[in-house]
């Protein structure tokens, strides 16, 4: 296997010849929204720290930040266009599952049910997405600028080991806490008889989604190990999904 240092040579040489045929303007909507991105969540850190300070709870925390959190995650679908047009090389399949279950976490779980918006378990996956967002934004962005110190390199591609399960542990959580009140409201159903004559029950739907993470997670988080390899260590690694 290559040493470190000859892996870094081909590595910059691989990144600028992908640089150069991405395109200008690509390169240049990518570094605006990398930074838009990464001011976003630093917003959001910095008032979730100020609240905590403050009021020395997390209580009513969510509903301070939720306007910001929901609109730059919402932001975020259009990473799934980057994929799609080819400006990124990314999946669409992965970019679109991690995407789109974080939506389906903010607007149809933690939104729309307010009395879970108190829950630890809230707190744990929004500060796991923040400090993981920060990471992933600012490492795109001094990347594109060719200007990446390895401290971010590094955390971007070991820091998920971690935050991952983390994450995934709090949304999980999250999505168990809102049963009873899915159940007893029932939100979102649609019950027979009716003029479409179809039924809906959310909360078997909300079953089904954490379900959904015992297939769906592992792929991921086998497919940012793959990165990892690929990046820190410059191994060639064929993801099954390009
Ligand atoms: C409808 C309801 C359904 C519910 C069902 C739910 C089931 C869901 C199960 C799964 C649940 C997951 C929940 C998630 C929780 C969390 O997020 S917890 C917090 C921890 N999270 C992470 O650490 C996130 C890790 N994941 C990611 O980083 C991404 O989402 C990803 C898509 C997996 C990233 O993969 P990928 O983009 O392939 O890796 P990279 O190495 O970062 O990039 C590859 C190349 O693409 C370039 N690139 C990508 N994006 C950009 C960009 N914005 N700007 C510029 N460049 C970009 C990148 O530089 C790489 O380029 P090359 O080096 O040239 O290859």
Same mark, same amino acid.
């Given at each position: ?18 640089? $150069? ?5 690509? !390169? ?5 929204? @990398? +930074? =838009?991105? &990464? ?10 720290? $100020? ?5 020395? !709870? ?5 509903? @301070? +930040? =939720?306007? &910001? ?174």
């Amino acid at each position: 296997m290559a040493s470190g240092e000859e892996d870094g040579t081909v590595e910059e040489k691989e990144t600028n010849n992908k640089k $150069r045929t991405k395109g200008a303007i690509a !390169t240049a909507w990518l570094t605006f929204y @990398n +930074i =838009a991105m &990464t001011a976003g969540w630093l917003v959001l850190a910095v008032a979730m720290v $100020r609240y905590y300070l403050q009021k020395g !709870t997390h209580k009513g925390l969510y509903r @301070n +930040i =939720a306007r &910001t959190l929901k609109f730059f995650q919402t932001f975020a679908l259009l990473e799934v266009g980057h994929c799609a047009i080819g400006i990124v090389r990314t999946s669409v399949i992965v970019t679109g599952v991690q995407v789109c279950s974080r939506i389906f976490m903010v607007w149809f779980v933690t939104n729309s049910i307010r009395q879970i918006q108190n829950e630890e378990s809230v707190i744990l996956f929004v500060v796991v997405w923040t400090i993981t967002e920060i990471t992933r934004y600012s490492f795109y962005t001094f990347n594109l600028l060719n200007h990446l110190p390895y401290f971010i390199k590094w955390a971007r591609y070991n820091m998920f080991i971690v935050m991952y399960p983390l994450g995934v542990i709090g949304e999980l959580l999250t999505i168990h806490a809102s049963l009873p009140y899915v159940r007893r409201s029932g939100m979102y159903s649609l019950r027979l008889p009716n003029k479409y004559n179809v039924s809906f029950d959310y909360y078997y739907f909300l079953i089904i989604a954490m379900l959904s993470y015992i297939p769906l997670f592992p792929q991921l988080y086998f497919h940012m190990l793959r990165q990892r390899r690929r990046v820190l260590h410059g191994e060639i690694v064929v993801d099954k999904e390009e």
